[in-house]
C-alpha cells in the first residue's frame, strides 16, 4: 500500500495562489490513478482533480476548472496542485488519495483506497 504525505497548505487572501505537494513513498507504481479531495466542516468530502498515473490525462471539478492544475512527477513520486485565484470557498482541508483500480470515476471518493493525513488551506476575503 502506499503512503501519502501532502504539504503546502496555508493561508492566502483571495486571488492569491498555493501550490500542494503529495509525496508517495511504498508501491506508489502499483496505483493508476492519484486524486485531489476537499472537505470543509459543512461540507462532504469532494474530488477536485485527478490525473491517470504517468499519462496526461486529468479531470477537474467543475468549480475549479480553469483555476487549478493537477500535475506529477513520476520519478519523484510527487503529485502537484497548482491553486490559482483563490476563492473564499475554496477553503477546506485537501486530502491526496491513490487509487489501485484501473476503471473508475476519478473524482469519486469511492474510487480510492489510500489517503494522506490532510492539509489545511484557508482563503480569507
Known amino acids: 500500500q502506499v503512503q501519502l504525505v501532502e504539504s503546502g497548505g496555508g493561508s492566502v487572501q483571495a486571488g492569491g495562489s498555493l501550490r500542494l505537494s503529495c509525496e508517495a513513498s511504498g508501491r506508489a507504481y502499483r496505483n493508476y490513478y492519484f486524486g485531489w479531495f476537499r472537505q470543509s466542516p459543512e461540507k462532504e468530502r469532494e474530488g477536485v482533480a485527478a490525473i491517470k498515473h504517468g499519462f496526461a490525462i486529468t479531470h477537474y471539478a467543475d468549480s475549479v476548472k480553469g483555476r487549478f492544475t493537477i500535475s506529477q512527477d513520476v520519478a519523484k513520486n510527487t503529485l502537484y496542485l497548482q491553486m490559482n485565484s483563490l476563492k473564499p470557498e475554496d477553503t477546506a482541508m485537501y486530502y491526496c488519495?491513490?487509487?489501485?483500480?484501473?476503471?473508475?470515476?476519478?473524482?469519486?471518493?469511492?474510487?480510492?483506497?489510500?489517503w494522506g493525513q490532510g492539509t489545511q488551506v484557508t482563503v480569507s476575503s
Open positions: 488519495a491513490a487509487s489501485t483500480s484501473y476503471n473508475i470515476s476519478p473524482l469519486s471518493r469511492d474510487s480510492y483506497n489510500s
